[in-house]
């Protein structure tokens, strides 16, 4: 995971995340679960992702894909 200024993350709901990577959320907490994608940040009783977790998941996942070609 890349860490920035976290004033400046923006913080995504698990569904806003899941659509970005064109999964259902019930995927994406299973890649958490997994340990695939960054534990989501807890605000009181809500979860939030980083979309930069977001960016960086969707990069590796072209990286491997292009490492295999």
């Given amino acids: ?3 920035t200024n976290t004033l400046e993350t923006e913080l ?3 569904p806003d995340a899941a ?3 064109a999964i259902s959320t019930r995927t994406l ?3 958490i679960n ?3 994608f ?3 940040l807890k605000i009181g009783s809500a979860s939030r992702v980083a ?3 977001v960016h960086a ?3 590796r996942l072209l990286r491997e894909r292009d490492a295999k070609e």
């Fill in 1 to 3: 995971m890349i860490v």
């Fill in 12 to 14: 995504l709901t698990l």
């Fill in 19 to 21: 659509r970005l990577l």
């Fill in 29 to 31: 907490w299973r890649l």
């Fill in 34 to 36: 997994r340990r695939e």
């Fill in 38 to 40: 960054p534990r989501p």
């Fill in 51 to 53: 979309r930069e977790d």
């Fill in 57 to 59: 998941y969707k990069l």
